[in-house]
């Protein structure tokens, strides 16, 4: 696999630099947004946003945060006089 770094002029994928891919021949492109390099600009996303954007979207039991051990890892549920 060939890693080219590029961007999207909001029509087509243009490389940044030149590549050594046969022409004419279809291609996979997996897409990844990189990491900014030295001296480009960065947007730092906003944590509360992206939280936000994510609560409430995974499904859970209601005492999950209590007993997370248990779900995650099989152990035994604890007595918790907090918990049903």
Known sequence: MVAIRGH???KVF????????P????LILHV???VAQEGEATQTPDL??????????????????AQH??????????DNGDVE
């Open 14 to 21: 243009v490389p940044d630099e030149p590549v050594n891919v």
């Open 69 to 78: 051990d248990h779900y995650l890892y099989g152990t035994p549920k604890r």
């Open 48 to 65: 509360f946003a992206t939280l936000d954007r994510h609560a409430g979207s995974v499904e859970a039991p209601d005492d999950w945060s």
């Open 8 to 10: 999207f002029d909001g």
């Open 32 to 34: 990844e947004v990189a």
């Open 23 to 26: 022409a004419d021949r279809p």
